[in-house]
């Protein structure tokens, strides 16, 4: 299962200057719950935020830049070949089962075409920003879930992609 996991204001922003443009400890802390366990794919100008591989999950950055590297970490030059080295993770036993994309926004972007759900927390708040989360389609993903937590001033949003908009084909309801 691919998943996209993000926070992204009421007017679409997700970043300001190479930064998360809030500190909302709820959200990190949702975060933390769902990803934990996981694989977790994110850009190197996201990774190089955190700076840190992120404990409990195998950490999956993806760089087209020869010179890239961090101990702790997978690198991989494109979110295919990320998506590739997670599966093979999958099918080698390990105990991690989803893999969550995590940023920036061009992982977004590309995620959008491949992703099975989306975690969003959605803020009710507007954000000065330079980067965006993208559009998606109601006819793509419904919404599934939603926990409401008003004195954060945000929701916890689960989006399920649609089945008839699927990009490639569910292997989930082939015979052994």
Same mark, same amino acid.
């Not at 400890?25 to 934990?36: A, E, G, V």
């Not at 990774?47 to 991989?76: Q, Y």
């Not at 916890?156 to 649609?162: A, D, G, M, Q, T």
């Given at each position: 299962?691919?998943?996209?996991?993000?926070? $992204? @204001?009421?007017?679409?922003?997700?970043? +300001?200057?190479?930064?998360?443009?809030?500190?909302?400890?709820?959200?990190?802390? %949702?975060?933390?719950?769902?990803?934990?366990?996981?694989?977790?794919?994110?850009?190197?100008? +996201?990774?190089?935020?955190?700076?840190?591989?992120?404990?409990?999950?195998?950490?999956? $950055? #993806?760089? =087209?830049?020869?010179?890239?590297?961090?101990?702790?970490?997978?690198?991989? /030059?494109?979110?295919?070949?990320?998506?590739?080295?997670? !599966?093979? *993770?999958?099918?080698?036993? /390990?105990? =991690?089962?989803?893999?969550?994309?995590?940023?920036?926004?061009?992982?977004?972007? *590309?995620?959008?075409?491949?992703?099975?759900?989306? %975690?969003?927390?959605?803020?009710? =708040?507007?954000? *000065?920003?330079?980067? %965006?989360?993208?559009?998606?389609?109601?006819?793509?993903?419904?919404?599934?879930?939603?926990? =409401?937590?008003?004195? @954060? !001033?945000?929701?916890?949003? #689960? %989006?399920?992609?649609? $089945?008839?908009?699927?990009?490639?084909?569910? /292997? +989930?309801?082939?015979? +052994?």
């Amino acid at each position: 299962m691919i998943n996209i996991i993000a926070a $992204v @204001a009421a007017n679409g922003v997700i970043g +300001s200057g190479g930064k998360i443009p809030w500190h909302i400890p709820q959200d990190m802390n %949702y975060f933390r719950r769902i990803t934990s366990g996981h694989i977790i794919i994110m850009g190197r100008r +996201s990774f190089e935020e955190i700076g840190r591989p992120l404990p409990d999950r195998l950490n999956i $950055v #993806v760089s =087209r830049s020869k010179s890239f590297r961090s101990s702790g970490l997978i690198t991989a /030059k494109s979110l295919s070949q990320a998506v590739e080295l997670a !599966e093979k *993770e999958i099918k080698n036993g /390990k105990l =991690r089962r989803e893999i969550f994309l995590c940023g920036g926004a061009g992982i977004y972007r *590309e995620g959008l075409g491949i992703a099975d759900r989306l %975690y969003l927390t959605e803020l009710d =708040r507007e954000y *000065e920003g330079d980067v %965006y989360f993208p559009h998606f389609s109601g006819k793509d993903f419904r919404l599934v879930s939603s926990e =409401r937590y008003d004195e @954060a !001033e945000l929701c916890f949003n #689960v %989006y399920l992609r649609n $089945v008839n908009s699927r990009p490639y084909p569910d /292997k +989930s309801q082939e015979k +052994s």
